[in-house]
């Protein structure tokens, strides 16, 4: 049975239903331009953002469903953190752990950024009932193998997807504006900076309030 069967059982058995408002998938980017400090601080940057007050009131106010995916090469994607369904303080809390406990699955190949959202995209299956599908890619260059992402955005923002980046500024020119004409696509979907890897923790903060709340400034 699915959930969304059983949400409808459960509104005409007159039962109180939680609806899950966004269905957040967290890619990480861990190609061969990333090294073993850069990763640290994108996970322990996304962990802290995760246990900001603000950001665990808005995932528990929306009910939210997360998933961790790793990503790199064309045909090297993985999810590090299958969906958890985040209602409570404790709930988040364990996620966060967990992200920030997350070992790398690969250090030494290329950025194929269509590939990660063809991959993210086929794992929403246990969060068909979320209301909103969000893919959330943070990377620090340009997509270099694989499917052109801008072709799978846009058929994905079809499907009803939206999917945003965080574009981490460095060795590669102008990243913001390649993912504003590359990657994102969907109603709402954005595109935010870190100017470095330190400014990492603070773009991804933003970010995620940005996501959970449907809105940005």
């Known amino acids: 049975?699915?959930?969304?069967?059983?949400?409808?059982?459960?509104?005409?058995?007159?039962?109180?239903?939680?609806?899950?408002?966004?269905?957040?998938?967290?890619?990480?980017d861990v190609s061969g331009s990333i090294d073993e400090v850069e990763y640290r601080l994108q996970m322990d940057g996304l962990a802290s953002a995760l246990q900001d007050a603000t950001v665990e009131d808005a995932i528990i106010n929306n009910k939210a469903a997360l998933m961790l995916v790793q990503w790199t090469g064309g045909s090297r994607q993985i999810v590090?953190?299958?969906?958890?369904?985040?209602?409570?303080?404790?709930?988040?809390?364990?996620?966060?752990?967990?992200?920030?406990?997350?070992?790398?699955?690969w250090s030494q190949f290329s950025t194929a950024i269509g590939n990660a959202l063809t991959f993210t995209a086929a794992q929403f299956g246990p969060v068909v009932d979320c209301k909103r599908h969000v893919i959330d890619v943070s990377g620090d260059g340009y997509s270099n193998?694989?499917?052109?992402?801008?072709?799978?955005?846009?058929?994905?923002?079809?499907?009803?997807?939206?999917?945003?980046?965080?574009?981490?500024?460095?060795?590669?020119?102008?990243?913001?504006?390649?993912y504003k004409a590359n990657?994102?696509?969907?109603?709402?979907?954005?595109?935010?900076?870190?100017?470095?890897?330190?400014?990492?923790?603070?773009?991804?903060?933003?970010k995620l309030l940005a996501e959970l709340s449907d809105q940005i400034s």
């Not at 109180?16 to 269905?23: D, L, M, S």
């Not at 696509?185 to 933003?206: C, K, N």
Request: net charge negative.
């Open 183 to 206: 990657v994102v696509h969907g109603e709402g979907s954005f595109v935010l900076t870190a100017q470095t890897y330190e400014d990492y923790p603070r773009a991804i903060w933003r």
């Open 80 to 105: 590090s953190i299958p969906w958890r369904r985040l209602e409570t303080r404790a709930d988040v809390a364990a996620f966060a752990a967990e992200v920030q406990n997350t070992p790398r699955q």
């Open 1 to 28: 049975m699915t959930r969304a069967i059983f949400a409808i059982i459960l509104i005409f058995a007159g039962l109180p239903v939680k609806a899950c408002e966004v269905a957040l998938a967290l890619t990480v």
């Open 145 to 178: 193998e694989g499917t052109a992402p801008k072709d799978i955005g846009a058929a994905l923002a079809l499907q009803g997807f939206q999917i945003n980046g965080l574009a981490i500024e460095g060795d590669a020119f102008e990243l913001t504006a390649y």
